[in-house]
């Protein structure tokens, strides 16, 4: 099964794990020992294994090359907009670190191959670091026939407010692209890497926040 494939690497033996309290669970990790029987982890997110990224807002661009190292951050303007660009593959891997010059590269497996509405996996999320900042989080791609970037409706807003912070499932909107791209004044759905559109990516429009980070589940979210 397709699954099995993504995240198969998984079910070796535990070598890190991911049991830090909020503040502390800032670099993230894949959790090779978690079982999805177990109870939930307290924080909103499911119980079990799963890839950890984290977007990192930092106040000074970075100038080293951050390509080809895979680990599990993307660093981006703590103040202004940044690109990830997406690429499909058959497993999660950061390409390019470095989104403070404009743009950082992602990859992560097709999320809904057929399109209807049930994700191969899931992506849950949550805001971390000093009270106060936000971001927000869109889906775009180019759209070869009107020869320019189209953006989903929706988008994924993320506000580190005071108090424990807690995770939320955004699939739908960071797994998607909702545009009316026919004309007809109803949107419709294209997931990651439908060959009707180019070149996807988020879009991260930051405001201060210092931490957003991503859990990618090998559990589907219905969506329609």
């Not at 690497?9 to 502390?24: H, K, N």
């Not at 990192?56 to 907009?81: C, E, Q, W, Y």
């Amino acid at each position: 099964m397709r699954k099995a494939k993504l995240f198969g690497l998984l079910v070796i033996p535990a070598m890190f794990t991911v049991g830090c309290s909020e503040d502390q669970d800032v670099n993230p990790s894949v959790d090779l020992s978690a079982s999805k029987s177990a109870l939930a982890t307290g924080n909103g997110a499911p119980s079990g294994a799963h890839y950890g990224l984290n977007i990192i807002g930092v106040p000074k661009g970075k100038s080293a090359t951050m390509d080809g190292n895979n680990g599990h951050r993307i660093f981006v303007n703590l103040d202004g907009n940044s690109k990830i660009m997406l690429a499909e593959g058959d497993d999660f891997k950061v390409l390019d670190a470095n989104g403070t010059d404009g743009s950082a590269a992602f990859q992560l497996p097709n999320p809904d191959p057929e399109n209807d509405g049930i994700t191969e996996y899931s992506v849950w999320a949550r805001a971390l670091g000093k009270p106060g900042g936000s971001s927000t989080m869109t889906t775009c791609a180019y759209d070869p026939i009107a020869m320019e970037d189209v953006c989903s409706s929706g988008n994924v807003v993320s506000v580190r407010s005071k108090g424990k912070s807690t995770f939320t499932n955004v699939s739908r909107d960071l797994l998607y692209i909702y545009a009316d791209l026919d004309g007809d004044g109803t949107d419709e759905r294209y997931p990651l890497f439908d060959d009707r559109l180019e070149d996807y990516y988020w879009n991260y429009d930051n405001n201060g926040l210092k931490v957003l980070q991503l859990r990618f589940y090998d559990q589907s979210t219905n969506v329609n």
